[in-house]
């Protein structure tokens, strides 16, 4: 045992020996120190960065899961400043300071607050962990023609790209185009293939399918001509990087890494609405078309939602918009706070057979906002896609604590009613004045 021990000695000892020799050989490599390497890696970031005319079109990618899709950001760096532009803020640009540093690499650092480059790392009241955005970047490579960054945070590959127009013309044509994407489907072809599209717009991913089972699909964010994949997507053998849109006719188009033309359409459902078509005052008829009160529904298109005014002047509802299917949807949600007392308006699974039903405080349980094709300006209420439930109603419950702690009835104080009762029964449809 001793030994093995005296073995095991002499064997770091020889190792470490060896490492130092090693490293100093390592040094001798270099003609300079790795400080000075940095130093001069730093240097040519900061040139390659300023020296963009228009600045820089950055595919940012919030989320590790990349659960939302890309973003289109634009980025104009001078010595210490930088100018940010958003598509979620078209006409909004903000500046602020960013750094060159080194930490355990070259970094990009967004290291002052600007509401645009911070806005998916700042937790709010609906997202309290942010939505997992980064503004520190790991700069993998920069070249005047390309730019790669890696998060710190999530772990991305993110690119930017020169621009060729002034910033504020890219980010709107990019949000308008954006604002033009609402097919769900589309069918066409790549060469001679038959091809399938399934597109998720709140995600951002296409779903290609071709042949009896081959598939793949990848995330997109939106550009001034149409869509740019975060990565090349393979469809039959060969990879595509980018489509462009033609509104007008719902068409995709695009050429594949083998030359072949990429060409797919499809339609828009008759019940889909744009975000834009809820805006204004309706008639809410509810309890079988018995009851009517009049709401207000206020766009805050920055948070893809609806504010609803006229249940109670003491409290708004919040419906938010659905782009794959065009709905607007209102789940179970908190609305007002009593002292120590929650007030929350609860989906309700009245059964008009039985006069009774199941309530829930569970947020994704609702009721869908949809358009009647026969009948122009007209919206009725369905139950939400959860299949456990048929929604009917909602209620205004009291809780305690949090939600799903305890329960403490049903709101008894009148100032919080709507039209006179806690109870929104057999809810029927909304109607444009």
């Known amino acids: 045992m001793r030994l093995h021990k005296i073995f095991i000695v002499s064997l770091l000892a020889f190792s ?31 040139e390659v960065l300023t020296g963009a005319e228009y600045g820089w079109a950055f595919d940012y990618i919030p989320d590790r899961n990349m659960s939302y899709g890309g973003f289109i950001y634009t980025v104009k760096f001078d010595h210490n400043d930088v100018t940010v532009g958003c598509e979620l803020a078209p006409g909004s640009f903000e500046k ?11 970094i990009l650092s967004f ?12 937790p709010g009241n609906n997202h309290y962990q942010a939505y997992d955005g980064d503004f520190e970047f790991m700069i993998m490579e920069a070249t005047p023609e390309l730019v790669t960054l890696r998060g710190n945070r999530t772990g991305n590959t993110m690119y930017m790209r020169p621009l060729t127009q002034d910033p504020d013309e890219y980010i709107t044509s ?13 069918t066409g072809t ?7 599209c399934d597109i998720d717009l709140n995600a951002r991913y296409m779903e290609f399918s071709w042949g009896e089972s081959d598939a793949s699909g990848e995330f997109y964010l939106p550009t001034a001509t149409g869509i740019r994949f975060l990565s090349p997507v393979t469809i039959n053998g060969s990879s595509i990087s980018e489509l462009s849109f033609d509104a007008n006719t719902l068409t995709y188009t695009g050429t594949d890494s083998s030359g072949n033309a990429l060409t797919m359409s499809g339609e828009i459902a008759e019940d889909y609405s744009f975000f834009d078509e809820f805006e ?15 709401l207000t529904f206020v766009p805050d298109k920055a948070n893809n939602r609806y504010i609803i005014k006229g249940f109670n002047s003491n409290f708004d509802v919040i419906a938010t918009y659905d782009k794959t299917t065009g709905y607007l949807e209102i789940c179970s949600q908190q609305v007002a706070t009593d002292g120590e007392k929650l007030i929350w308006l609860d989906a309700w699974a009245l059964d008009p057979e039985i ?41 205004l419950f009291y809780f305690t604590g949090t939600p799903g702690g305890t329960p403490y009835g049903q709101v008894n104080d009148s100032k919080w009613y709507v039209n006179g009762s806690p109870q929104i029964v057999y809810i029927s ?4 004045q």
């Open 190 to 196: 790549v060469g001679s293939t038959d091809i399938k």
């Open 111 to 122: 290291d002052t607050y600007n509401t645009l480059m911070h806005y998916f790392a700042t």
């Open 16 to 46: 470490t020996a060896m490492l130092q020799s090693c490293l100093k050989n390592q040094e001798d490599v270099f003609e300079d120190t790795s400080s000075i390497r940095m130093q001069k890696t730093l240097d040519h970031a900061k």
């Open 355 to 395: 006069g009774s039903g199941s309530h829930t405080w569970d947020t994704t349980v609702g009721m869908f906002i949809v358009k009647d094709p026969e009948n122009p300006g007209t919206y009725n209420f369905i139950s939400n896609n959860n299949p456990s439930l048929n929604i009917t109603s909602f209620i």
């Open 174 to 186: 990019a949000a308008q185009m954006d604002e033009n994407f609402f097919l769900t489907s589309a």
């Open 96 to 106: 602020s300071m960013y750094k060159l540093t080194d930490d355990n690499g070259p």
């Open 280 to 294: 204004g005052t309706y008639t809410f008829n509810y309890n079988s078309n018995r009851r009517k009160i009049t």
């Open 429 to 432: 449809n909304i109607v444009k």
